[in-house]
């Protein structure tokens, strides 16, 4: 069974820092490009970042750039975001979506989200 699940979110204050984790199952995850996306209340998905299937690329939402660092640890079938200097625009739920690289039509899951909170 396919599966991507979530974790590491939760209430933050502005400036504290969190890291999310999402746990891969059920596919070859190597073979995989990761990305983070989040939702705010009222506002369309976006892109966060993302992370080619070995690991050798990122890129990163402009909004995000030198504060979040996406790795992943293709043994451990997980992707992580390190998310450091927050603020609350960075208030969202959190998803990662897994992309089969080279595949048309594409070929994604995703998991259903784990929810980030920055307030004093």
């Known amino acids: 069974q396919v599966q991507l699940v979530e974790s590491g979110g939760g209430l933050v204050q502005p400036g504290g820092s969190l890291r999310l984790s999402c746990a891969a199952s059920?596919?070859?995850?190597?073979?995989?490009?990761v990305s983070w996306y989040r939702q705010a209340p009222g506002k369309e998905r976006e892109l966060v970042a993302g992370?080619?299937?070995?690991?050798?690329?990122?890129n990163y939402a402009d909004s995000v750039k030198g504060r979040f660092t996406i790795s992943r640890d293709n043994a451990e079938k997980t992707v992580y975001l390190q998310m450091n200097s927050l603020k609350p625009e960075d208030t969202a739920v959190y998803y990662c979506?897994?992309?089969?690289?080279?595949?048309?039509?594409?070929?994604?899951?995703w998991g259903k989200g784990t929810l980030v909170t920055v307030s004093s």
């Open positions: 059920g596919f070859s995850f190597s073979s995989y490009v």
């Open positions: 992370i080619t299937s070995f690991g050798g690329g990122t």
């Open positions: 979506k897994a992309r089969l690289r080279g595949a048309i039509p594409y070929v994604d899951y």
